[in-house]
Protein backbone atom coordinates (compact mmCIF):
# COMPACT_ATOMS: atom_id res chain seq x y z
CA UNK A 1 0.00 0.00 0.00
CA UNK A 2 1.42 3.26 -0.83
CA UNK A 3 1.83 6.17 2.07
CA UNK A 4 -1.02 8.11 0.29
CA UNK A 5 -3.23 5.61 -0.04
CA UNK A 6 -2.20 4.39 3.73
CA UNK A 7 -2.50 8.14 4.70
CA UNK A 8 -6.08 8.91 2.57
CA UNK A 9 -7.32 5.69 4.26
CA UNK A 10 -6.45 6.82 7.49
CA UNK A 11 -7.99 10.43 6.78
CA UNK A 12 -11.50 8.87 5.85
CA UNK A 13 -11.66 6.77 8.51
CA UNK A 14 -11.30 9.54 10.82
CA UNK A 15 -13.80 11.27 8.83
CA UNK A 16 -16.57 8.45 9.39
CA UNK A 17 -16.11 8.53 12.59
CA UNK A 18 -17.21 11.91 12.75
CA UNK A 19 -20.73 11.45 10.88
CA UNK A 20 -19.71 12.07 7.12
CA UNK A 21 -21.30 9.54 4.89
CA UNK A 22 -19.92 6.68 3.13
CA UNK A 23 -19.77 7.79 -0.76
CA UNK A 24 -17.95 11.54 0.45
CA UNK A 25 -15.64 8.88 2.17
CA UNK A 26 -14.50 7.45 -1.18
CA UNK A 27 -14.11 11.05 -2.69
CA UNK A 28 -11.85 12.31 -0.15
CA UNK A 29 -10.02 9.53 -0.77
CA UNK A 30 -9.58 9.26 -4.29
CA UNK A 31 -9.27 13.04 -4.36
CA UNK A 32 -6.35 12.99 -1.55
CA UNK A 33 -4.33 10.22 -3.90
CA UNK A 34 -4.85 12.12 -6.48
CA UNK A 35 -3.54 15.49 -5.23
CA UNK A 36 -0.37 13.57 -3.26
CA UNK A 37 0.15 11.82 -6.39
CA UNK A 38 -0.22 14.48 -8.96
CA UNK A 39 2.63 16.19 -11.31
CA UNK A 40 5.06 18.73 -9.97
CA UNK A 41 4.09 22.34 -10.60
CA UNK A 42 6.34 24.88 -11.15
CA UNK A 43 5.52 26.70 -8.19
CA UNK A 44 5.88 23.94 -5.64
CA UNK A 45 9.99 23.29 -7.40
CA UNK A 46 10.38 27.26 -7.13
CA UNK A 47 9.66 27.53 -3.62
CA UNK A 48 11.56 24.48 -2.83
CA UNK A 49 14.39 25.74 -4.36
CA UNK A 50 14.75 28.82 -3.02
CA UNK A 51 14.33 26.92 0.13
CA UNK A 52 17.50 24.26 -0.24
CA UNK A 53 19.19 27.96 -1.55
CA UNK A 54 18.28 29.71 1.87
CA UNK A 55 19.50 26.27 3.83
CA UNK A 56 22.61 26.28 1.82
CA UNK A 57 22.99 30.22 2.66
CA UNK A 58 21.79 31.33 5.48
CA UNK A 59 24.96 30.65 7.86
CA UNK A 60 27.13 32.96 5.13
CA UNK A 61 24.41 35.88 5.67
CA UNK A 62 23.30 35.72 9.43
CA UNK A 63 20.48 38.34 10.11
CA UNK A 64 18.74 38.96 7.01
CA UNK A 65 15.07 38.53 6.64
CA UNK A 66 12.92 36.89 4.44
CA UNK A 67 12.59 39.54 2.12
CA UNK A 68 15.99 40.41 1.58
CA UNK A 69 16.93 36.86 1.04
CA UNK A 70 13.87 36.75 -2.02
CA UNK A 71 15.65 39.87 -3.27
CA UNK A 72 18.89 38.40 -3.63
CA UNK A 73 17.47 34.58 -4.82
CA UNK A 74 15.90 36.99 -7.39
CA UNK A 75 19.41 38.23 -8.48
CA UNK A 76 20.92 34.82 -8.56
CA UNK A 77 22.14 34.24 -12.11
CA UNK A 78 20.34 31.62 -14.35
CA UNK A 79 22.62 29.03 -13.71
CA UNK A 80 22.94 29.11 -10.19
CA UNK A 81 18.99 28.87 -10.30
CA UNK A 82 18.79 26.40 -12.25
CA UNK A 83 21.10 24.39 -10.07
CA UNK A 84 18.73 24.77 -7.53
CA UNK A 85 15.79 24.39 -9.37
CA UNK A 86 17.07 20.57 -10.74
CA UNK A 87 17.94 19.71 -6.87
CA UNK A 88 14.62 20.34 -5.73
CA UNK A 89 12.89 18.91 -8.94
CA UNK A 90 14.80 15.63 -8.02
CA UNK A 91 13.95 15.76 -3.78
CA UNK A 92 10.41 16.27 -4.96
CA UNK A 93 10.19 13.80 -7.24
CA UNK A 94 11.90 11.09 -5.54
CA UNK A 95 9.11 12.02 -2.27
CA UNK A 96 6.27 11.55 -4.95
CA UNK A 97 7.64 7.74 -5.88
CA UNK A 98 7.89 7.37 -2.14
CA UNK A 99 4.60 8.13 -1.48
CA UNK A 100 2.86 6.16 -4.47
CA UNK A 101 5.45 3.11 -3.69
Same mark, same amino acid.
Given at each position: ?????????? !??? &????? /?????? @???? @?? /???????? &??????????????? @???????????? !???? !???????????????????? @??????????? !?
Amino acid at each position: MSIATDEARK !ESH &SRCLE /GFVAPA @QFAF @QD /GYVAGRTA &SLVDVEIDAAAFTLW @QLDNIMKMPGLS !EIEM !ESIWDKLSHIRRADYTARAA @QVLDAARQAVT !E
